[in-house]
């Protein structure tokens, strides 16, 4: 009986992923839209990368430069 049952599903799950004819129209609105969509979230996916990664390496850069440039300076 569940073998059954888990064969059944199995079916339901492989018929629902197969693809299907789609007759579907999207307007010139909606695909601009899409577009922009996708090219503000490519945007945010490389602001946040450069944000955690570029900045934290620069700000180590900036410290190793005042560092050397304390061990360079003449005491007085």
Same mark, same amino acid.
């Given at each position: 009986m569940l073998r059954g049952t888990f064969h059944a599903l199995?079916?339901? !799950?492989?018929?629902?992923? /197969?693809?299907? !004819? !789609?007759?579907a129209y999207i307007g010139p609105g909606a695909g601009i839209s899409a577009i922009g969509t996708v090219v503000a979230l490519l945007g945010a996916l !490389? /602001?946040?990368?450069?944000g955690f990664v570029w900045y934290p390496i620069k700000r180590l850069r900036r410290k190793m430069r005042a560092e050397k440039?304390?061990?360079?300076?003449?005491?007085v």
């Open positions: 199995v079916l339901a !799950a492989v018929l629902a992923t /197969l693809p299907q !004819a !789609a007759e !490389a /602001l946040m990368i450069v440039e304390d061990r360079e300076s003449p005491s």
